[in-house]
């Protein structure tokens, strides 16, 4: 299996979240995680940044976003999105969004709506 940067967009700090369990599980599966949340610094060990911009330049070169923000707050990401050139985009139940799907695949980027957890206990992450 091979290990991805990845940025969750929505990070929690509250263990009941999924965003949260995600993060968690990334972590334990080898994966470079850092979140994205305007008000929190770290989640269990997991540096989280206030802008996408932020956790991209910490990160590096990244390999998968996955969003756990709905709709309405993912709707004006396309360009920040592209901007980091990650090589797919999650969108984890709750979190679809068409619009931006489209526009992101326009420009190469292959999405997925489908759950993070799943995908990493199934071996297809």
């Given at each position: ?70 709709a309405k ?53």
């Open positions: 299996m091979s290990k991805h940067n990845t940025i969750v967009i929505g990070a929690s700090d509250n263990p009941e979240r999924y965003s949260y369990k995600a993060m968690i599980a990334l972590g334990k599966g080898g994966h470079s995680t850092v979140g994205v949340h305007p008000k929190l610094a770290s989640v269990c060990g997991v540096a989280i940044y206030p802008s996408i911009e932020l956790a991209a330049k910490a990160l590096g070169a990244v390999d998968t976003i996955t969003m756990y923000v709905g707050r993912s709707e004006g990401m396309a360009e920040v999105i592209l901007a980091t050139a990650p090589k797919r985009v999650i969108f984890n139940p709750g979190a679809e969004n068409e619009k931006l799907s489209l526009e992101l695949q326009r420009h190469g980027i292959l999405c997925r709506n489908a759950c993070t957890l799943v995908l990493l206990a199934t071996g297809q992450y």
